[in-house]
């Protein structure tokens, strides 16, 4: 399977910019998607393809990478955007999630 | 607005069967793939499975495949998980996704999730 990791946890102040990473054990080409869940609530989609923005997603967010190394970019950071952020990748069976990386407003 | 709402979840003893359903509204069912997936009480996600948009293929884990089944009644927007000889590793909270296929697999509608727990 491939495994995909991220960083346990980042801790930013609103108004900077965060970058959350995500390491894939095989090229997964562009079908990496990025989710957002917030405590309580179930995943929503931020970035599907690597790079392409879900409707109605603030701008503020972006997504970066292909085979192997991808980024999603929070720029600036609000207070709104505490949350666990998880990667997906969809180009090999079976499909699999990373850990997810929570992100903290100081 | 695009709706999916799960039920059939709750306590269940190990070895037992539980069927799990997701009501869907705001968009046509009978047009899309769904899948199912799993989030642990530790935050993992895992795939579990999706089943074409006509309900003539389904695609599942191959860690599940032998003990959980997918179906949908288009008729009422409804999917399923049917899951068999559950284990204490199955206690998570399910979640119902509607399945985007372009610029890859992803889920871009989730239901609020079940929550099942396998406990004697």
């Given at each position: 399977?491939?495994?995909?990791?991220?960083?346990?946890?980042?801790?930013?102040?609103?108004?900077?910019?965060?970058?959350?990473?995500?390491?894939?054990?095989?090229?997964?080409?562009?079908?990496?998607?990025?989710?957002?869940?917030?405590p309580?609530?179930?995943?929503?989609?931020?970035?599907?393809?690597?790079?392409?923005l879900?409707?109605?997603?603030?701008?503020?967010?972006?997504?970066?990478?292909?085979?192997?190394?991808?980024?999603?970019?929070?720029?600036p950071?609000?207070?709104d955007?505490?949350?666990?952020?998880?990667?997906?990748?969809?180009?090999?069976?079976?499909?699999?999630?990373?850990?997810?990386?929570?992100?903290?407003?100081? | 607005?695009?709706?999916?709402?799960?039920?059939?979840?709750?306590?269940?003893q190990?070895?037992?069967?539980?069927?799990?359903?997701?009501?869907?509204?705001?968009?046509?069912?009978?047009?899309?793939?769904?899948?199912?997936?799993?989030?642990?009480?530790?935050?993992?996600?895992?795939?579990?499975?999706?089943?074409?948009?006509?309900?003539?293929?389904?695609?599942?884990?191959?860690?599940?495949?032998?003990?959980?089944?997918i179906?949908?009644?288009?008729?009422?927007?409804?999917?399923?998980?049917?899951?068999?000889?559950?284990?204490?590793?199955?206690?998570?909270?399910?979640?119902?996704?509607?399945?985007?296929?372009?610029?890859?697999?992803?889920?871009?509608?989730?239901?609020q999730?079940?929550?099942?727990?396998?406990s004697?």
């Amino acid at each position: 399977d491939t495994v995909l990791t991220q960083s346990p946890a980042l801790a930013v102040s609103p108004g900077e910019r965060v970058t959350i990473s995500c390491r894939a054990s095989e090229s997964v080409s562009t079908g990496m998607h990025w989710y957002q869940q917030k405590p309580g609530q179930q995943p929503k989609l931020l970035i599907y393809g690597a790079s392409n923005l879900e409707s109605g997603v603030p701008a503020r967010f972006s997504g970066s990478g292909s085979g192997t190394d991808f980024t999603l970019t929070i720029d600036p950071v609000e207070a709104d955007d505490t949350a666990t952020y998880f990667c997906q990748q969809s180009w090999n069976d079976p499909r699999t999630f990373g850990g997810g990386t929570k992100l903290e407003l100081k | 607005e695009v709706q999916l709402v799960e039920s059939g979840g709750g306590l269940v003893q190990p070895g037992a069967s539980l069927k799990l359903s997701c009501v869907a509204s705001g968009f046509t069912f009978s047009d899309y793939w769904m899948s199912w997936v799993r989030q642990t009480p530790g935050k993992t996600m895992e795939w579990i499975g999706d089943i074409k948009y006509d309900g003539s293929y389904t695609n599942y884990a191959p860690s599940l495949k032998n003990r959980f089944t997918i179906s949908r009644d288009n008729a009422k927007s409804t999917l399923y998980l049917q899951m068999s000889n559950v284990r204490s590793e199955d206690t998570a909270t399910y979640y119902c996704t509607r399945g985007a296929t372009y610029y890859g697999y992803n889920y871009d509608y989730w239901g609020q999730g079940v929550m099942v727990t396998v406990s004697s």
